[in-house]
């Protein structure tokens, strides 16, 4: 079946601009993550969705970084006023329902490389 | 601090020998712990996990890993390497009780095979 899917799979946006970063989790997976890879580092996590709502946002770095999940499936990861330093690999995940809190596979999708100039 | 720790960032080991890739994690109560392969290109594959019971756990492409408590550890092993096994791999955990899901990554360990 179909896998995680990301778009872009590369963007490159000037110091300033918004961008949006797509994630189309598994089909009926419930839970959807967001991750950031930083070049040399493992993945750090950003935002959880269960559903529509972000049951865990405690990784976004700051008011720039935006999430939403309107219908419970798709996302999009929003960054505004875009920096050098948000240069990374920015990774989605999604899970199946039904499973207890933190023993749940993520499977994660191939990422949207993001440069900003 | 809380933290997950790799303590080797690249090992190099010939095919067909043994692989161990570390792993120590330093939290007040035992975490639920997992380890993810990364390879050029693709996603991030999880290889195994353990929440409790047996300490031995048995993952896919025929890699396993031992917890240990005393040591804090979660150490992946393979008997046998093959040169498809050169990859980034990560441990990571899931600490912070009901309702928790984020995983804390290790910062990797990048394995290359010899012939």
């Known amino acids: 079946g179909a896998g995680v899917s990301q778009t872009p799979s590369n963007k490159v946006t000037e110091k300033g601009k918004y961008v949006e970063l797509r994630c189309d989790p598994i089909?009926?997976?419930?839970?959807l993550y967001w991750y950031r890879q930083s070049l040399g580092q493992g993945p750090e996590f950003l935002i959880y969705f269960q559903g529509t709502g972000a049951a865990d946002d405690s990784g976004l770095p700051n008011d720039r970084f935006f999430a939403v999940r309107p219908e419970g499936s798709v996302s999009t990861l929003k960054i505004q006023r875009t920096e050098r330093g948000d240069s990374a690999v920015y990774l989605c995940?999604?899970?199946?329902?039904?499973?207890?809190?933190?023993?749940?596979?993520?499977?994660f999708g191939p990422g949207t490389r993001l440069t900003v100039l | 601090a809380q933290s997950v720790t790799q303590p080797d960032i690249h090992i190099t080991v010939s095919e067909g020998a043994s692989l161990e890739l570390r792993c120590n994690y330093s939290y007040g109560a035992t975490p639920y712990l997992f380890w993810y392969v990364q390879s050029p290109g693709q996603g991030l594959q999880l290889l195994l996990k353990?929440?409790?019971?047996?300490?031995l756990v048995q993952g896919i492409k025929g890699f396993e890993a031992e917890f240990k408590r005393s040591q804090s550890s979660f150490n992946l092993r393979k008997p046998s390497v093959h040169w498809s096994d050169a990859a980034e791999y990560f441990c990571?955990?899931?600490?912070?009780?009901?309702?928790?899901?984020?995983?804390?990554f290790g910062s990797g360990t990048r394995l290359q095979v010899q012939p």
């Open positions: 089909s009926g997976h419930t839970a």
């Open positions: 995940a999604s899970s199946p329902p039904g499973v207890a809190g933190g023993t749940d596979t993520q499977y």
């Open positions: 353990y929440f409790s019971g047996d300490t």
């Open positions: 990571a955990v899931v600490v912070g009780g009901a309702g928790r899901r984020a995983l804390t």
